[in-house]
């Protein structure tokens, strides 16, 4: 796990991704206009905190929040703040990061990592 600073900034993420993360989010903020506050990461849980279930990409570092309290993970909500920018998504996709708000069920980005 490594810790990367960029447009004022320090997100805990993995060292792996790290590189491509800062760059991807670098244009997006640039390109959209959308600066999140808040950007969270690494955090050791289970999906859904339900230890039967198995560990969220967020335990490697590997999946991220933007402004989670504003931004609800789901595709039928019009009420997430990152709606309003749409290029910052995009951007995101293009790089290869998958975003929650596109999920059709809560896991799915840990059954693709299978």
Known sequence: ???RTFTGQTVRLNKLIADIFVKAYKEAVETSGYKPKVVYS???RHVSRDPTKSLSVHSFGMAFDFDSTLNPMCKTCTNGIIRKYPK???????YGFLWGGDFTYYNKAEKRRK
């Open 1 to 3: 796990m490594g810790k």
């Open 42 to 44: 690494y955090v050791p």
């Open 88 to 94: 910052f998504i995009d951007i995101m996709n293009k």
